[in-house]
């Protein structure tokens, strides 16, 4: 094994361990199954794969059981967590449109195309969370897949074929990771109205 399948491997491990922290107490068999299928897993990228998939299913999870326990969530601790996950891709986006014109064409569109995804997702934070609009028509949300989708996958990609997943997974998490789980809260919020979960 090379170093970077040796990386990846680890990388996928701590993922999967991260993913079992995360759990809410309630599926503490999920975690048990996590811990003991990581191990069995012989592929170093499907090993990635599954654990990423673990983390995901872990802050749903989370998400599900922490709205579930206190349906009277504060709309101040909302708000945070959207300026948590759509802050540094926003300051992303803003750093490329300042250096657009020194980026080769097609280098320049796909990295503002991928940071766009934090002022978006900003924006419908600020009407749900703050304006307390939370309805959005069909067609914006399914605006909104598209574009954590294409926010997640490309950075992910460029750091698999890298083979830097230890070096970069902080920004991994900043990049890919948070905008892509503060849209799908978006998302979930934008099914029922946000009275019946926040306290003023």
């Known amino acids: 094994m090379n170093s970077r399948q040796s990386a990846i491997r680890y990388f996928a491990v701590w993922l999967a361990a991260h993913a079992q922290k995360a759990l809410p107490r309630s599926r503490a068999d999920w ?3 996590m811990s003991h299928e990581i191990d069995h897993i012989p592929g170093n990228y499907t090993a990635f794969a599954w654990a990423l998939g673990c983390v995901f299913a872990s802050y749903t999870e989370r998400i599900r059981a922490m709205i579930g326990s206190s349906p009277r969530i504060s709309r101040w601790v909302l708000a945070l ?3 948590c996950c759509f802050t ?3 300051l ?5 449109l300042a250096n657009l014109g020194r980026m080769e064409g097609k280098t320049g569109i796909v990295a503002l195309t991928v940071a766009a995804a934090g ?3 900003l924006i419908v934070a600020f009407k749900i969370v703050v304006l307390n609009r939370p309805l959005l028509t069909k067609s914006a949300m399914a605006v909104l897949c598209v574009i954590a989708t ?3 996958l490309p ?7 890298a083979g830097e997943l230890v070096n970069d997974w902080r ?3 900043l990049i890919a990771l948070l905008p892509v789980l503060g849209i799908a809260h978006l998302l979930y919020l934008a099914k029922r109205p946000v009275s019946k979960l926040t306290a003023t």
Do not use: D
């Open 31 to 33: 975690a048990r199954a």
């Open 119 to 121: 002022p978006i997702g």
């Open 81 to 83: 967590e959207m300026l």
């Open 88 to 90: 540094p891709l926003t």
């Open 171 to 173: 920004e991994f998490v």
């Open 150 to 152: 294409w926010t997640g």
């Open 92 to 96: 992303l986006c803003l750093a490329t």
């Open 155 to 161: 950075y992910t990609l460029k750091i698999l074929a």
